[in-house]
Each structure stands twice: as structure tokens, then as C-alpha cells.
T-cell receptor, first 117, second 111 residues
Framework: AQTVTQSQPEMSVQEAETVTLSCTYDTSESDYYLFWYKQPPSRQMILVIRQEAYKQQNATENRFSVNFQKAAKSFSLKISDSQLGDAAMYFCAYRKPTQGGSEKLVFGKGTKLTVNP | DSGVTQTPKHLITATGQRVTLRCSPRSGDLSVYWYQQSLDQGLQFLIQYYNGEERAKGNILERFSAQQFPDLHSELNLSSLELGDSALYFC??????????FGNGTRLTVT
């Protein structure tokens, strides 16, 4: 079974600085998807960024980027120019490709990010 | 706004009772997933429906059941509730290989 590990239960960063959240996963598949979701205190689950395993280029969404190392099964999230609104729980998630929408997301335990003013 | 609607937002009930959580997926999404989020277990996959049919089961208790109706909305039924069932229950939907879009969750408190 696929597993996702986030080894940092908590992280903190100063406003305007850069922080990297770690994620490793275990799979025997060659094709899959990886995601980072953000859960602020409002508890809503918000998609931050998505990476397809067959793409070598790392995904980027504004201040958010990933470092995808397929051989090492590592998928870290870098947040640049951190803002107070980035404070949240961040979940790394894995999913196999689907035919007919039948694959579930497997989540890590999460990393709580605090942004200090 | 993700487009996924969950009702109610909060639910407080007593042990032994039964509740129904409702989810309306994003327009056009055929797959509906239910997740349970608790402090000790994290985000646990419960069950998935695709176009009205059950597709996958995760760590769902026998006291829990779900269904997806012809209009694609879904309901999660929780019965014989125990204190340990207190959690945040999320519904999520997607179409094909698109990312999962989550509702705002239903906070269930069992007293």
C-alpha cells in the first residue's frame, strides 16, 4: 500500500522568508500524482500545487514550488516570501492515475506551519 | 469556493444516535469521496462513489454507510454513534484525473 510521510509535525518561518516542507512517499508505481493541500484554521482543504510523476519539470504556482525527486521518492514544498496568510496545516498527498475516477488520495499526517511577523 | 457543498456545518448529537451528512459535488463531477479527519488518525479515506456506484472502501466502520443518488449528491450515514466518532467529515469530488476538490466539512461532536 502507498504511504506518505511528513517528518516535520511543525515548522515556523519569519514573514517574507522562505520555508521548505518535506514529504516522502512509498510506491511501486511509475506513474502517479502528488499534491500539496493547505488547511487554514477555517478548516477548508485548499489545493496548493500538483505534480504529475511523468513530468520532470517541477511544478510552480506563484510563491509555491516543489522539488520533485522521483528516484528518491521525495516531494518537498517551498514557500517563498512567506505571508501571514500562509499559516496553516499542510498535507502532502499521493494518488495513482485513474480510469473512471476510482483512485483515492492518500495523505500524510500534515505539517503545521506558523508564520511569525 | 470549491463548489462542493456539505451540510450541516456542525452537528452535535448523543452516543447511540444516528446522523446523516449530505454532500453536493461540483457540477459535472462524477466521483464523490468521503474522508474522516480526527486528531489522532489524520485524514482517513472512508468510501468513494462513482456515478452512483460504490468504487472503493477504506477504513469505514460497519456502523457507517453511504450512497450516491442519481443527481450525484451523496449522503454518509453514521449510526450507533460513539464518542470516538467525533471528527471532521469531508466530502470531496472530482472528474477524471482532475484534483480533488473538498467541501468545508461537517464537524460532528458526539457527547
Amino acid at each position: 500500500a502507498q504511504t506518505v510521510t511528513q517528518s516535520q509535525p511543525e515548522m515556523s518561518v519569519q514573514e517574507a522568508e522562505t520555508v521548505t516542507l518535506s514529504c516522502t512517499y512509498d510506491t511501486s508505481e511509475s506513474d502517479y500524482y502528488l499534491f500539496w493541500y493547505k488547511q487554514p484554521p477555517s478548516r477548508q482543504m485548499i489545493l496548493v500545487i500538483r505534480q504529475e510523476a511523468y513530468k520532470q519539470q517541477n511544478a510552480t504556482e506563484n510563491r509555491f514550488s516543489v522539488n520533485f525527486q522521483k528516484a528518491a521518492k521525495s516531494f518537498s514544498l517551498k514557500i517563498s516570501d512567506s505571508q501571514l496568510g500562509d499559516a496553516a496545516m499542510y498535507f502532502c498527498a499521493y494518488r495513482k492515475p485513474t480510469q473512471g475516477g476510482s483512485e483515492k488520495l492518500v495523505f500524510g499526517k500534515g505539517t503545521k506551519l506558523t508564520v511569525n511577523p | 469556493d470549491s463548489g462542493v457543498t456539505q451540510t450541516p456545518k456542525h452537528l452535535i448529537t448523543a452516543t447511540g444516535q444516528r446522523v446523516t451528512l449530505r454532500c453536493s459535488p461540483r457540477s459535472g463531477d462524477l466521483s464523490v469521496y468521503w474522508y474522516q479527519q480526527s486528531l489522532d488518525q489524520g485524514l482517513q479515506f472512508l468510501i468513494q462513489y462513482y456515478n452512483g456506484e460504490e468504487r472503493a472502501k477504506g477504513n469505514i466502520l460497519e456502523r457507517f454507510s453511504a450512497q450516491q443518488f442519481p443527481d450525484l449528491h451523496s449522503e454518509l450515514n453514521l449510526s450507533s454513534l460513539e464518542l470516538g466518532d467525533s471528527a471532521l467529515y469531508f466530502c470531496a469530488s472530482r472528474l477524471g484525473n482532475s484534483p480533488l476538490h473538498f467541501g468545508n466539512g461537517t464537524r460532528l461532536t458526539v457527547t
